[in-house]
């Protein structure tokens, strides 16, 4: 595992102490499950945007995001994005799908 140095701003910094006072958890766990959090929220970000876009299936964004299909068409349920799915999407997603 490599290491990555941050500086957290003063904010961050007193976000992550509450974290250590409440959870009673050492800082690098802490951290490391924020930043966890926080790049699958990108990651999904990401593939939203991109499906919006229509650059990408909605496997492709599925794949992106590191989640299922099912769990990428949830996604885009929740945020209110129609649903853009063509016969030709479909037949690529499945023909993805069975690779």
């Known amino acids: 595992m490599s290491v990555i140095s941050v500086?957290?701003?003063p904010d961050l910094e007193r976000k992550i102490k509450k974290l250590i006072e409440f959870e009673k958890a050492d800082k690098s766990s802490?951290?490391?499950?924020a930043l966890e959090k926080g790049l699958n929220e990108e990651l999904k970000r990401l593939a939203l945007n991109l499906?919006?876009?229509r650059k990408v299936s909605l496997a492709k964004?599925?794949?992106?995001a590191e989640i299922s299909i099912r769990d990428m068409i949830e996604l885009i349920k929740e945020r209110g994005?129609?649903?853009n799915i063509t016969v030709e999407d479909l037949r690529k997603d499945f023909e993805e799908a069975m690779k």
């Open 30 to 33: 802490i951290v490391r499950r």
């Open 61 to 64: 964004a599925a794949e992106i």
């Open 7 to 9: 500086r957290p701003t």
């Open 81 to 83: 994005i129609s649903l």
């Open 51 to 53: 499906y919006i876009e």
